[in-house]
């Protein structure tokens, strides 16, 4: 079945979506930064282990309030994971090894870490916005019609 065209948005619009994806961002990178510390410094494991634990529950967080909030898409809900998930698939492992090594290297862990979520940010942005949602935003917005 062929994809509807590509849905227009206004430079508000977009910026709304940007803004919207930034703020649920941020508390998923305060789970994230609150579960790898906890992780890290309370339990004593490794650096990609806390890493990977604390991305994961911050994954979930940040496209469960996307896609309801700022993507507001009725989209087949375990297809638009499947699709998180593969772009995770890549991510995940990518910047695992990164962490790790540029840790091995002496680069301080939370400098890793910052930099590493802001790369994650942007990417799933646009992610996000241009390949899981992008004929699927406003699709579950209710439209109060009177007969």
Do not use: C
């Not at 849905?7 to 994806?21: A, M, P």
């Not at 494991?45 to 967080?61: F, G, M, N, P, R």
């Not at 939370?110 to 899981?132: A, C, D, P, R, S």
């Amino acid at each position: 079945m062929p994809d509807k065209p590509i849905q227009e948005f206004t430079k508000t619009e977009n910026l709304l979506h940007f803004v919207k994806f930034g703020l649920f961002s941020i508390s998923a990178g305060v789970i994230q930064a609150l579960s790898y510390i906890l992780l890290r410094e309370t339990i004593g494991l490794v650096e990609w282990a806390s890493y990977l634990i604390a991305l994961v529950l911050s994954v979930l967080w940040n496209f469960t309030l996307n896609r309801k909030f700022t993507f507001k898409s009725a989209k087949n809900i375990p297809l638009a994971m499947m699709m998180v998930a593969a772009y995770y698939a890549v991510f995940t492992p990518l910047s695992t090894w990164w962490v790790d090594k540029l840790n091995e290297i002496g680069w301080h862990e939370y400098i890793v870490l910052g930099g590493t979520m802001i790369t994650n940010f942007v990417t799933e942005f646009l992610f996000q916005k241009f390949v899981v949602y992008h004929n699927h935003i406003n699709t579950a917005v209710k439209t109060n019609k009177k007969a």
